[in-house]
């Protein structure tokens, strides 16, 4: 069984401060206590596609270990190693970032896919972002409805874990703003 949720935000921020607050918000220190399920990040390796135009980036995520307590008791880890892959094209406007779990995969596949583009309604001032998240416990498969709850609570803390970014992004596009007109925020 998989679980699998989208969700769409709004920010009514271009799209150039809204990718910006994307790259920073895991470097802001005042950040490290809303995501504190976020333990460390590292970029891997990043490239610009001179051809192209088209910045593609990789980094190494660790995280608090996603699901309820019981269950990483019983796997026996409190972290989780992710891989984030990111592309952003400037020319069209559109940054996509996609990250999955590398290490306890024997027990749980989480894949998340996020997009950033120009509001259809406003593409000079707002930006929508389109979130895809999709949950699998592995183990528990035979054992249905027990996999089914402790995939639901996984998908709780992610929708959680997704507004504490929202809030994150907010707050960083309201300093890049404050920045760009010369304001210390």
Not at 161 to 172: L, Q, T
Request: hydrophobic letters at 35%; charged letters at 30%.
């Amino acid at each position: 069984m998989v679980r699998a949720y989208s969700q769409e935000h709004t920010y009514k921020h271009p799209w150039e401060r809204v990718t910006s607050a994307s790259w920073r918000k895991f470097a802001d220190p005042e950040n490290k206590r809303i995501l504190s399920h976020i333990l460390e990040v590292d970029t891997l390796n990043h490239k610009l596609d001179s051809s192209s135009g088209k910045l593609y980036t990789t980094r190494a995520i660790t995280i608090h270990a996603p699901g309820p307590w019981f269950l990483r008791k019983m796997i026996r880890q409190d972290i989780c190693h992710c891989v984030e892959s990111t592309v952003v094209d400037a020319q069209s406007r559109s940054m996509q970032l996609s990250t999955r779990n590398i290490s306890l995969e024997k027990y749980i596949e989480v894949e998340e896919k996020i997009r950033y583009d120009p509001h259809p309604d406003n593409p000079k001032l707002w930006t929508v972002c389109k979130q895809e998240t999709s949950i699998r416990i592995k183990p528990l498969s035979a054992l249905a409805s027990m996999a089914e709850k402790i995939e639901q609570k996984c998908v709780d803390k992610f929708q959680a874990n997704s507004a504490k970014g929202r809030e994150v992004m907010e707050r960083m596009c309201k300093y890049l703003e404050a920045e760009s007109r010369g304001i210390s925020a």
